[in-house]
């Protein structure tokens, strides 16, 4: 019995989800669409970042992280009904926090597939990434 609910729990979840894997390109970039760019502050140093996007890292460099830190600056730039995308260096770390935020948390979310290494070596131009103080 315990299965069987389970396996209901899970369909159910996996049918309210609302997510959508998209190939990071430059025509994304372009749409009215939220992009969080959820590297680390050296990756964002490194690379760029999508102009307008916005840096909110979930792993940081020794690959721990906070969920609960995450939520709170991810609801301060999007609603909760809203559509965005994540982005990532190659879409590795994209990929499984936008199943987390969509299935357990509700959440619209657009994987950018291919992240910002895919989007650079189509010759997408970046913007620095300026530290908040």
């Given amino acids: 019995m315990k299965k069987i609910i389970l396996i209901l729990l899970l369909t159910y979840t996996s ?17 009215n669409i939220k992009i ?10 490194e ?3 999508v102009k307008g996007s916005y840096t909110i890292m979930f792993y940081d460099e020794k690959g721990d992280f906070s969920v609960k830190d995450f939520i709170k600056d991810l609801d301060k730039v999007v609603k909760k009904d809203e559509p965005f995308a994540l982005i ?3 879409g590795s770390r994209t990929a499984i926090v936008s199943k987390y935020l969509s299935a357990q948390r509700g959440y619209k979310v657009i994987n950018l597939k291919g992240g910002i290494m895919k989007m650079i ?13």
């Fill in 15 to 31: 049918l309210m989800a609302e997510l959508t894997h998209v190939w990071a390109s430059q025509d994304f970039a372009n749409k």
């Fill in 36 to 45: 969080i760019d959820i590297r680390t502050p050296a990756e964002w140093k």
């Fill in 47 to 49: 690379t760029g970042i």
């Fill in 88 to 90: 990532c260096r190659v």
């Fill in 121 to 133: 070596g189509e010759g997408y131009k970046t913007v620095p990434y300026k530290e908040k103080k």
